[in-house]
């Protein structure tokens, strides 16, 4: 039997039609296939809203009244009334989420739009997370993956940052070695590494700092041995 069944939360069945495939209701309405492949809009009285002119359709955010669809190849968005609202010139695209949507350029980059079809943030290599969740969404930029915000701005594994922590970690090894004396020696380099690491690891699990003394203490103690 093909068809689609909607339920409430109380899993009862409000409506049941004849197409292939839908999802989920929102702002009143819901994407569905028809036979023909084709996906329009239904109401919950399962009455047509918008035709069946897409090869995709997803569901309305409930912000933007926006929702992206598909056709031939390209991309954009649409209201509840079925206007487009940003053209379909994409060569994919995700729903709105907190005020940003993501989008695949003609050029092949990624950006994100608002829903006035303003790029807002642009010159991603990919995006890892294509909706922002509490402000913050994972990407890819010039090669090096790391989270922004809704500016763009780089918030956690920026690449300052990790230049800096770099030069900050050989600078404490080569301080801990030129103590010793064995400044030079690639082997004792590379242990002295693993065990500033993991002292820097103690620190970041939330233990106490007298527990990361006590830690550093021994593994001096190890060193000077």
Same mark, same amino acid.
């Given at each position: 039997?093909?068809?689609?069944?909607?339920?409430?939360?109380?899993?009862?069945?409000?409506?049941?039609?004849?197409?292939?495939?839908?999802?989920?209701?929102?702002?009143?309405?819901?994407?569905?296939?028809?036979?023909?492949?084709?996906?329009?809009?239904?109401?919950?009285?399962?009455?047509?809203?918008?035709?069946?002119?897409? %090869?995709?359709?997803?569901?309305?955010?409930?912000?933007?009244?926006? #929702?992206?669809? #598909?056709? %031939?190849?390209?991309?954009?968005?649409?209201?509840?009334?079925?206007?487009?609202?940003?053209?379909?010139?994409?060569?994919?695209?995700?729903?709105?989420?907190?005020?940003? #949507?993501?989008?695949?350029?003609?050029?092949?980059?990624?950006?994100?739009?608002?829903?006035?079809?303003?790029?807002?943030?642009?010159?991603?290599d990919s995006v890892i997370t294509p909706r922002f969740e509490q402000g913050e969404a994972i990407v890819v930029r010039d090669g090096r993956q790391l989270t922004i915000d809704q500016r763009g701005r780089c918030v956690e594994n920026c690449p300052e940052e990790r230049e800096w922590n770099e030069?900050?970690?050989?600078?404490?090894?080569?301080?801990?070695?030129?103590?010793?004396?064995?400044?030079?020696?690639?082997?004792?380099?590379?242990?002295?590494?693993?065990?500033? %690491?993991?002292?820097?690891?103690?620190?970041?699990?939330?233990?106490?700092?007298?527990?990361? #003394?006590?830690?550093?203490?021994?593994?001096?103690?190890?060193? %000077?041995?």
């Open positions: 039997l093909i068809g689609i069944v909607y339920r409430n939360a109380d899993q009862e069945v409000v409506l049941r039609t004849d197409y292939l495939a839908g999802r989920n209701f929102s702002e009143g309405l819901a994407p569905v296939q028809n036979a023909a492949g084709k996906w329009g809009y239904i109401d919950e009285a399962n009455e047509v809203q918008i035709e069946f002119d897409y %090869d995709g359709a997803w569901p309305h955010s409930p912000q933007e009244d926006l #929702a992206y669809v #598909a056709r %031939d190849g390209q991309c954009g968005f649409i209201d509840r009334s079925g206007e487009v609202r940003i053209p379909l010139t994409y060569l994919d695209a995700a729903s709105f989420s907190e005020g940003l #949507a993501m989008v695949k350029k003609a050029e092949g980059d990624f950006a994100f739009i608002d829903a006035r079809g303003r790029e807002l943030i642009s010159g991603l030069r900050r970690r050989k600078k404490r090894v080569e301080e801990l070695l030129r103590a010793s004396g064995k400044m030079g020696e690639t082997q004792e380099y590379e242990r002295a590494l693993m065990k500033l %690491d993991e002292v820097e690891r103690l620190s970041t699990e939330g233990k106490t700092q007298k527990e990361v #003394a006590q830690r550093r203490t021994r593994l001096q103690k190890e060193r %000077d041995d």
